[in-house]
């Protein structure tokens, strides 16, 4: 079995502070790991995966995140928040490079401050 | 490209009633999954179909239930309607077996 939790259901930043979002995983094998953003009536975007490779993984808009075994964790960052960086942000893991079936934290909303 | 599409995008029913949602993946892509979001939480996973052939299926009751077409398109279908199941229905598409799923933007079922 897999879950996924994410710390946090809300995180609010000031414009140009450094963003964290929280996600910690239960995997009984070596995991996939994603993280989505979702802006208002849309769909999920990916925003960037773990697949086993570089531990430390770049994804788009600026953001990273990396994984960590020992901590069981793969938190999201972004040195310098924008406005646009508002929105709500899933956690997902699966056990195989099948992401169609992956489950998902229940997300985390990031508020920008100007 | 066209990405993935739903439809429709909004949709009001009664309870008891029967509903039928529908996915056309990218051109190229052979896996549609589909996943239900409820308010205030992430996607949960009910189906995935590769070749018109169920791959996996969450922990939904057996109202749910879908198809995949020669085209690849997907039919969710939803039975006997409950107020609980109102939220946004998700499907994505993915390669066979691909580490990134493209999502549509969703179809927001609301039961009165």
């Known amino acids: 079995a897999q879950s996924v939790t994410q710390l946090g259901s809300h995180v609010s930043v000031s414009e140009g502070a450094l963003v964290l979002l929280r996600c910690n995983y239960s995997?009984?094998?070596?995991?996939?790991l994603f993280w989505y953003v979702q802006y208002p009536n849309q769909g999920l975007q990916l925003l960037l995966k773990y697949t086993s490779a570089a531990t430390l993984v770049k994804g788009i808009n600026g953001f990273e995140a990396e994984f960590k075994k020992s901590e069981t964790s793969f938190h999201l960052t972004k040195p310098s928040a924008h406005m646009s960086d508002a929105a709500e942000y899933f956690c997902?893991?699966?056990?195989?490079?099948?992401?169609?079936?992956?489950?998902f934290g229940d997300g985390t909303t990031l508020t920008v401050k100007p | 490209d066209a990405g993935v599409t739903q439809s429709p995008t909004h949709l009001i029913k009664t309870r008891g009633q029967q509903v039928t949602l529908r996915c056309s993946p990218i051109?190229?892509?052979?896996?549609v999954s589909w996943y239900q979001q409820v308010l205030g939480q992430g996607p949960q996973f009910i189906f995935q179909?590769?070749?018109?052939?169920?791959?996996g299926r969450g922990n939904f009751p057996d109202r749910f239930s879908a198809r995949q077409f020669p085209n690849y398109s997907s039919e969710l279908n939803v039975n006997a309607l409950l107020l609980g199941d109102s939220a946004l229905y998700l499907c994505a598409s993915s390669l066979a077996s691909d580490t990134e799923a493209f999502f549509g933007q969703g179809t927001r079922l609301t039961v009165v």
């Open positions: 179909y590769y070749e018109k052939e169920e791959r």
């Open positions: 051109s190229g892509h052979k896996s």
């Open positions: 997902a893991v699966t056990l195989d490079t099948n992401a169609g079936k992956s489950t």
């Open positions: 995997s009984s094998v070596p995991p996939y």
